[in-house]
């Protein structure tokens, strides 16, 4: 039973790593020759979301291989001891950032989504499975840099602002016609905005350390995805801070340590709230940046929760990892 449970999420992880490897070594040598719901298994569409900007006419794009293991059970605060399901979402992100001007930069990213769970009842010894795939919602962002980071004052402030597009699957069914829960969709059936802000902090020449802080806040509309009734579903609005440190190490290679918080309101169903929704994180996020030349980086990172609490009794994050490959079509290097 065991080898099912990790199975297909293993087959997953390794194509999206092999993915990143066939990406990884095309551009080198392109260069060189020219049943229970929680609030954690959302689109990741904001995890790429902490390039501060990009410079005037170029065009950065980022794609991002996003693998979350949903398979803690808790109560509050309290671990549980998970004997019953194992739960996991992949999703592709696709990011292009455009500078129109040195100070301000368009966003747009998608995604494409899939998820499954797969419960186990040990009273008959089987195993039941849920998979859902497909495109996911969309973002589109503008951001404007307050202050440029320049030697004689060492700091950038950037923020920005942009909706949330509902392009993703919401209303997916079993073969049964049976219409599978919200946190199980590709998409969210809403429409949304988000609110952005980035602050960083160099210290040239003592010591090439970047700090830096993001907070992301996004609150959602509504979804009728009960279509022969009257009921409306709304996610819970949420908030993301971050704290990071980055540096550069070796040839080519930086670090970046950061701590997140999340703070997640519950899901609401006609203006109730769903008692299995909503939670607060803190999680440390240890990432490798790796610039192969002046127009490709690789990165990889992941994500593992410190503290966590949960409205009610909900599966949880157990670990997040991601790989990304960044290509700018200008031969200008970026800070993350």
């Given at each position: ?7 297909k999420a293993?087959?997953l992880?390794?194509?999206g790593?092999?993915?990143?490897e066939?990406?990884f070594f095309?551009?080198?040598?392109s ?5 229970q ?8 569409l904001?995890s790429?979301?902490?390039i501060?900007?990009?410079t005037?006419?170029n ?5 991002t291989?996003d693998?979350h293991n949903?398979s803690n059970?808790y109560s509050g ?8 399901f194992h ?7 696709l990011?292009a950032?455009y500078?129109?001007t040195?100070?301000l930069t368009?966003?747009s ?8 769970r797969e419960?186990?009842?040990?009273g008959?010894?089987?195993?039941s499975n849920?998979t859902?795939?497909?495109l996911?919602?969309?973002s589109l ?5 307050l202050?440029k980071n320049?030697?004689?004052q ?6 920005g ?6 392009t993703?699957e919401?209303?997916q069914e ?6 599978y829960q919200?946190?199980?969709q590709?998409?969210t059936g809403a429409w949304?905005g988000?609110?952005?802000?980035h602050a960083?902090?160099?210290f ?6 970047n700090?830096?802080?993001?907070l ?12 022969n ?12 801070g971050?704290l990071?440190l980055?540096?550069?190490?070796g040839k080519?290679f930086q670090?970046?340590a950061?701590?997140r918080?999340r703070?997640?309101?519950h899901d609401?169903?006609n203006?109730?709230?769903?008692a ?5 994180w803190?999680s440390?996020?240890?990432g490798?940046n790796y610039q192969?030349n002046n ?6 990172s992941?994500q593992?929760?410190v503290?966590?609490?949960v409205?009610?009794t ?6 997040t990892?991601s ?8 031969k ?5």
């Amino acid at each position: 039973m065991n080898v099912l449970r990790y199975t297909k999420a293993d087959e997953l992880l390794k194509i999206g790593i092999i993915l990143f490897e066939v990406m990884f070594f095309w551009g080198l040598s392109s260069e060189n020759s020219a049943a229970q719901t929680c609030s954690c298994a959302g689109p990741p569409l904001l995890s790429s979301q902490d390039i501060a900007s990009t410079t005037r006419g170029n065009l950065l794009t980022v794609l991002t291989f996003d693998f979350h293991n949903i398979s803690n059970l808790y109560s509050g605060s309290e671990k549980l001891t998970n004997r019953s399901f194992h739960r996991y979402t992949g999703s592709f992100l696709l990011e292009a950032d455009y500078g129109i001007t040195n100070k301000l930069t368009f966003i747009s990213m998608l995604s494409y989504v899939h998820k499954e769970r797969e419960t186990f009842h040990r009273g008959v010894n089987t195993v039941s499975n849920v998979t859902t795939n497909g495109l996911g919602d969309a973002s589109l962002i503008l951001r404007y840099t307050l202050h440029k980071n320049r030697f004689g004052q060492q700091y950038e402030i950037t923020a920005g602002g942009g909706v949330h597009i509902p392009t993703g699957e919401s209303r997916q069914e079993s073969a049964d016609g049976i219409q599978y829960q919200a946190d199980m969709q590709p998409g969210t059936g809403a429409w949304g905005g988000i609110l952005w802000a980035h602050a960083s902090k160099t210290f040239l020449p003592a010591s090439t350390i970047n700090a830096f802080a993001i907070l992301t806040y996004q609150f959602n509309g509504s979804n009728d995805r009960y279509r022969n009734s009257n009921m409306d579903y709304h996610f819970g609005n949420f908030l993301i801070g971050t704290l990071g440190l980055s540096n550069k190490f070796g040839k080519g290679f930086q670090y970046t340590a950061i701590l997140r918080y999340r703070n997640v309101r519950h899901d609401e169903i006609n203006g109730n709230d769903v008692a299995t929704t909503g939670g607060r994180w803190f999680s440390v996020a240890p990432g490798i940046n790796y610039q192969i030349n002046n127009r490709w980086t690789a990165r990889l990172s992941g994500q593992i929760p410190v503290y966590q609490y949960v409205n009610n009794t909900q599966p949880t994050t157990r670990f997040t990892t991601s790989v990304s490959l960044f290509y700018s079509f200008k031969k200008n290097p970026f800070s993350f």
